[in-house]
């Protein structure tokens, strides 16, 4: 007779028990690991956004066809002119560019070199 009922066969065993509790865990900590990921992401658009001006939420629940109360707030007027002294010449406007026809050279560039090509039958000539 044979034993081949008391060994375990193979791929059985302690071994073969935790490998399915390994990849759970695996796959747990992979779960966790992406919500913290998300959440993090989420704190920090929400952070972000705590020095812009915080917007009054529309009340979802109301009458079909009815609109909010909602008062408007009172736009700031804008601030008068500063008065200018009299004193003050004019400023003299810039002259315009269609003025000289002709254009002046730059200095920083230098002129562009005919450079014959590679394939050119005549060298460039």
Known sequence: MTDEGDRPAAGEGDDARARPRRKRLALVLLVVAAVLAVAGVVAAIVLSQG?????????????????????????????????TPADEPAPTPAPSPSADPT????????????????TDPNDGK
Not at 53 to 78: H, N
């Open 51 to 83: 020095d812009a001006e915080q917007v009054t939420p529309i009340p979802a629940t109301g009458e079909p066809g009815t609109t909010p109360d909602i008062t408007p707030s009172p736009t700031p007027s804008p601030p008068p002119p500063a008065p």
């Open 103 to 118: 254009a002046a050279p730059s200095i920083s560039v230098p002129p562009a070199q005919d450079v014959p090509y590679p």
